[in-house]
Structure formats: structure tokens, C-alpha cells
């Protein structure tokens, strides 16, 4: 089935490590996105890419980072310099251009927890 | 820019009873209307969607009507039951071109037995 995968499903970390976010797609959709959401909160964008090789920050960026080498991947890393990591976080991938029906199509999501 | 207003929860009610939750938008021209549901635990899933003005979105029971007159898009259910509990999210219209959609907070439904 076509789909969004991400991995893992849960993470734990202690200060000062970085950890790498796993985010999958298999719709063969241009754009992906990464969001955190805090309890209670609503979603914030992180990250989105619009095309291989390209990305641009959100509204929240700082401390982390991003790649999109292939069209499939899209992973995110949650460096040390995240103040405030332990978190939700959603990857989500759509259509682009004049293609893009403005329908996002939401992984699992990834709970990271740090110790 | 398009932008919503949404109602804020929690909404708690008893199983069979009638849902509303009322969004409100601002766009230009007629944009697409969603809504999402975000089930314990998981990520967002659509739940349905309109793209024109007058158009009923359905699914699983919920229906949402685009009012173009006064720009709603309220998400209803005529019973609810216990496996509706989730959080709902109204997204910010889509008005073509590049997708960057800000979500708030959305409405927790918790509905009891």
C-alpha cells in the first residue's frame, strides 16, 4: 500500500546526542514536510522540500536539520542544539505545483523522548 | 494569508449524541476546505474535504458543508460514538500553489459512554 513510513515509532536520547528521524514515501509525491507537536499544541513546521534537493526552514527550525537526496526520503535530525526536543513529530508529503490538491498525507509519527 | 478559526476544546459528550465543531476560514477567491482527525497516538488523517463552494464532504458519519457565504466549513455528526474520540483539525483553506499548511491546535473530542 502507498503510504508514509517513519521510524522508529519511539526514541529515547540523552542530552547532548544527536538523533536522525526516519521518513518514507512511496507516493511519489514532490514535497515532504517535517512538523513537532507538543501537548496541546498544534502542529509547527519545521522543515519542508519542495523538490529533491532542495529544502527551506519553517517557522521553527533552529536546531535542526534536514536532507532530500532522493524524492522517497526525507530524514530529519535533532541535534544537540534543540533546547527543548522531547516531542511529536510528524512527517507529511503532498502533490506540488499545479499538480498539488493541497491534501497532506501524514506518517505515524515519532515520539522522542529525551532523558 | 488563508487562516482558520477554530473552535476550542475539549468537547465532551455522551455516545449518540450530536457533534458540531465550528471552523471558520479566511482566503481569497475559493480555496479547498479540510478536515483532519488524529486518532491517539497517530499521526493526521483526512477526514474529508470540499473543493468547491456548496460542496458536502462526508466520511465515517461526519459531514462538513463549504458556506461560501459565511465562510464555514463546520464539521458535524449526528451520533457520536466512543471510537470518535480523537483530535479534530480544521486546515487552513488551500489556495493552490505551494502547500505550507499551519495548523492550530484543533478540538479534542472525548466522548463517554
Known amino acids: 500500500d502507498g503510504g508514509i513510513t517513519q521510524s522508529p515509532k519511539y526514541l529515547f536520547r540523552k542530552e547532548g546526542q544527536n538523533v536522525t528521524l526516519s521518513c518514507e514515501q512511496n507516493?511519489?509525491?514532490?514535497?515532504m514536510y517535517w512538523y513537532r507537536q507538543d501537548p496541546g499544541q498544534g502542529l509547527r513546521l519545521i522543515y519542508y522540500s519542495q523538490i529533491v534537493n532542495d529544502f527551506q526552514k519553517g517557522d521553527i527550525a533552529e536546531g535542526y536539520s534536514v536532507s532530500r537526496e532522493k524524492k522517497e526520503s526525507f530524514p530529519l535530525t535533532v541535534t544537540s542544539a534543540q533546547k527543548n526536543p522531547t516531542a511529536f513529530y510528524l512527517c507529511a508529503s503532498s502533490t506540488a505545483g499545479t499538480k498539488n490538491t493541497g491534501e497532506l498525507f501524514f506518517g505515524e509519527g515519532s515520539r522522542l523522548t529525551v532523558l | 494569508g488563508n487562516s482558520v478559526t477554530q473552535m476550542e476544546g475539549p468537547v465532551t459528550l455522551s455516545e449518540e449524541a450530536f457533534l458540531t465543531i465550528n471552523c471558520t476560514y479566511t482566503a481569497t477567491g475559493y480555496p479547498s476546505l479540510f478536515w483532519y482527525v488524529q486518532y491517539p497516538g497517530e499521526g493526521l488523517q483526512l477526514l474529508l474535504k470540499a473543493t468547491k463552494a456548496d460542496d458536502k464532504g462526508s466520511n465515517k458519519g461526519f459531514e462538513a458543508t463549504y458556506r461560501k457565504e459565511t465562510t464555514s466549513f463546520h464539521l458535524e455528526k449526528g451520533s457520536v460514538q466512543v471510537s470518535d474520540s480523537a483530535v479534530y483539525f480544521c486546515a487552513p483553506p488551500f489556495s493552490g500553489g505551494y502547500n505550507k499548511l499551519i495548523f492550530g491546535a484543533g478540538t479534542r473530542l472525548a466522548v463517554h459512554p
Open positions: 507516493l511519489n509525491h514532490d514535497a
